[in-house]
Structure formats: C-alpha cells, structure tokens
C-alpha cells in the first residue's frame, strides 16, 4: 500500500490531467485572458485532492506497480540468465521449452484456454529455478576456492606452537585458532547449502519432466489432478530451500565482501619465518 502522496503523484501523472492541463494553458495563451488559467488550477486541485483518495484509482496504480515490478524482475532475471556459463544457460532454456511445450499441449489435447493451478505454477517454478541456479553456482564457485585441507592444517601448526608461546603470543594464537575455527563451520554450513540446493534443482527438473509425462498421456483432464501431492509437495520444498538460503545469505555478503577485498591489488604478505 503506497502513501497518498504517492498516489497524488501518479493522478498528476496521468496523461488525461497533462493535456487536460495543457489544453488549459493552450486557452489561456489564445484568449490572453487568466480565468482559463485559474479554471485549470481549481480543476487540478480538485483531480488531486479527489481522485488518489478512491479506492478504485488506488488500486489501479497498485496494479500497475505490481506490473512494473513483475517487469523489472523479468528483466533483471534475463539479465542473470545471460550470464550463466554455456551449461548452465542451456539447463535453463531447456526448462522453459519444456513449460512453454506443457502449456501447448494442455491445451491442444484439452481444447481448453484455462491452466489448472498444479500446471500454471510452473512460470514460478521455473524463475525458483534460475534463482536457485544463480545461488547454486556462486556457493560453489565459492567451495572451490578454499581449500578446507589447508584451514586444517593452519589449525593443527598453531596448536603445536602453543606449547612454546609466551602469555601475550598464546592470546594471538588462540584468536588465530578460533577465527580458523570459525571458517571451517562456515565452509561446511555453506557446503550443506550446496547440496540442498543442488537436490532442490534436480527435484524441480524432476516434476517438469513428471508433468510433461502427465499431460501427454493422459486419459481425462481429471487424471491431472493427481499431480496436486506433488506439486504441494514441491511448493512446499521451495519455500524451506528460501528459508535455507535466506540463512547463510548473510554469510555470503560477508564472504564476497572479503573477497572483493582480497581481489585487490595488495603488496604479498610476509612470510612466517618458522
């Protein structure tokens, strides 16, 4: 729900207050004269007090930025899409074709215009999909660049070298460690992630297969609706797999940050001498 103002400025935008606003000052010019001026002023200030107020005209602008919305993040998701790697642009393509080919079929073997629920959800399926893909792919090209070996083995070094550390060098060291500690349940909360969603995907291509299985073979309209458990089921998936990224996203922007950071031309850092 926008605020009044905001909704004022969407009836002052309106193309039927411009130019009734323009024929206004078009009259005032031609006849040198103000009363089509201020005529024009009263019928503004009345449009703008009266009509972002209704009920009707406040919904209408809600539709329309709700489809503006749906455009933008139409427009931002085939931006993302574009930048998918050759196989990964592909899985994505093949997905669609696939829900456009449902679509088709439905209806020709059907003859009817209208999708049932358990097959029109398959739009937000497939834009879960290329959400997840995007989030899949930076979680493991973040896996690939750390190696879990390495953090283990800086772990065991600053232990041993506890033994001969003095009281202000074991504080250092025992920060080191618990940082180091701190990074290996981050890779595996992260790594966990990973094979959720990596499960997810499968799943979702799985049901559009299942679909398209469906629909092509199927004897009565009413032998659609046995998809319903599954599609809920499916739904349902999804939501936990957002709830589940939702969690570690704070641990990605952490993590790109450092990375951004790290990816910086810096001088190489000294060496410990052992």
């Not at 879960?128 to 090209?141: E, G, H």
């Amino acid at each position: 729900m926008g605020s009044r103002m905001e909704y004022i400025k969407e009836a002052a935008a309106e193309p039927l207050n411009i130019w009734s606003m323009v024929g206004f000052l078009s009259a005032a010019a031609f006849t040198q004269h103000w009363i089509p001026l201020a005529a024009g002023l009263a019928v503004e200030a009345t449009v703008l007090a009266v009509v972002p107020a209704t009920n009707a005209y406040r919904r209408l602008v809600e539709r329309r930025n709700s489809q503006r919305n749906q455009e933008l993040r139409r427009r931002q998701r085939e931006e993302l899409i574009r930048s998918f790697d050759p196989r990964e642009r592909e899985a994505v393509e093949y997905l669609r074709w696939m829900k456009n080919k449902i679509y088709e079929n439905y209806t020709k073997f059907t003859g009817l215009k209208q999708i049932p629920a358990s097959i029109g959800y398959l739009d937000q399926m497939w834009e879960s999909f290329v959400d997840f893909l995007d989030m899949y792919r930076r979680r493991k090209n973040h896996l690939r660049s750390v190696n879990r070996q390495s953090i283990q083995n800086q772990i065991m070094q600053a232990q041993r070298s506890m033994a001969q550390a003095d009281g202000t060098t074991r504080m250092l060291v025992e920060k080191n460690i618990e940082l180091l500690n701190r990074r290996l349940i981050t890779f595996d909360e992260i790594e966990k992630s990973v094979r959720h969603v990596e499960a997810q995907l499968q799943s979702i291509e799985n049901f559009f297969s299942l679909v398209n299985d469906q629909v092509v073979t199927m004897n009565t309209i009413d032998s659609i609706t046995s998809l319903d458990p599954a599609f809920e089921t499916l739904l349902a998936n999804i939501e936990t797999t957002k709830r589940i990224l939702e969690e570690t996203t704070p641990i990605m922007n952490t993590l790109n940050t450092i990375e951004s950071v790290n990816n910086a031309p810096m001088r190489p850092q000294m060496r410990v001498m052992q």
